[in-house]
């Protein structure tokens, strides 16, 4: 099998909700010895404003394929077996899931890292737009890993978000892979 087979980017439309088990099951292995995954779900209250639900949009086809490039960017930088990331659009309630990342490795640490690595650049690069409702109101929400890269864009040197005075630096992960966004679709 090659990496592509063992890949599975999904965006699931119109509120139907996340099969967490799916997405284990696929990156589910015999030479897997670790399995890490998070799970993006909606909670009850922002900054003290009630939250009622969210609700997500997303440019589809730049979407799926900003994440499958994530995931090549991924298996470049840790040894991976299996990857399985989902997204939810449309009405996500409290306490449901709206995004799903599973990895699959032979050992913990660059699954750990890896799961880390895909749920933050998604955050940071995928068009997919978030709406919080409140009880009294509506916003739009950027994430702030947005935000950070876009500052990070118009700054010059240095790979990390923070200085770093040691020797002893881990670029690996700290100097996360850098994805590449294509503009053009398929």
């Given at each position: 099998?090659?990496?592509?087979?063992?890949?599975?980017?999904?965006?699931?439309?119109?509120?139907?909700?996340?099969?967490?088990?799916?997405?284990?099951?696929?990156?589910?292995?015999?030479?897997?010895?670790?399995?890490?995954?998070?799970?993006?779900?909606?909670?009850?209250?922002?900054?003290?404003?009630?939250?009622?639900?969210?609700?997500?949009?997303?440019?589809?086809?730049?979407?799926?394929?900003?994440?499958?490039?994530?995931?090549?960017?991924?298996?470049?930088?840790?040894?991976?077996?299996?990857?399985?990331?989902?997204?939810?659009?449309?009405?996500?309630?409290?306490?449901?899931?709206?995004?799903?990342?599973?990895?699959?490795?032979?050992?913990?640490?660059d699954s750990l890292d890896a799961c880390k690595f895909l749920i933050d650049e998604l955050k940071a690069s995928?068009?997919?737009?978030?709406?919080?409702v409140y009880s009294d109101g509506e916003v739009w929400k950027e994430?702030?890993?947005?935000?950070?890269?876009?500052?990070?864009?118009?700054?010059?040197?240095?790979?990390?978000?923070?200085?770093?005075?040691?020797?002893?630096?881990?670029?690996?992960?700290?100097?996360?892979?850098?994805?590449?966004?294509?503009?053009?679709?398929?």
């Open positions: 099998m090659n990496s592509e087979e063992k890949t599975l980017v999904e965006i699931i439309d119109d509120n139907n909700q996340i099969n967490l088990a799916k997405y284990i099951n696929y990156v589910s292995a015999p030479q897997a010895g670790a399995i890490a995954t998070f799970s993006g779900t909606t909670r009850d209250t922002f900054e003290g404003k009630t939250v009622v639900e969210l609700r997500y949009e997303a440019y589809v086809p730049m979407a799926i394929k900003n994440l499958k490039s994530i995931c090549s960017a991924a298996r470049s930088s840790w040894d991976l077996h299996s990857i399985a990331v989902a997204h939810r659009l449309g009405i996500v309630p409290v306490g449901e899931t709206s995004v799903f990342v599973a990895v699959s490795a032979t050992h913990r640490a995928v068009p997919i737009w978030k709406k919080e994430n702030p890993e947005f935000l950070e890269r876009r500052l990070e864009l118009g700054k010059d040197g240095g790979c990390c978000r923070r200085k770093i005075e040691t020797a002893a630096h881990d670029k690996k992960s700290c100097c996360k892979p850098k994805v590449k966004v294509e503009e053009a679709i398929d």
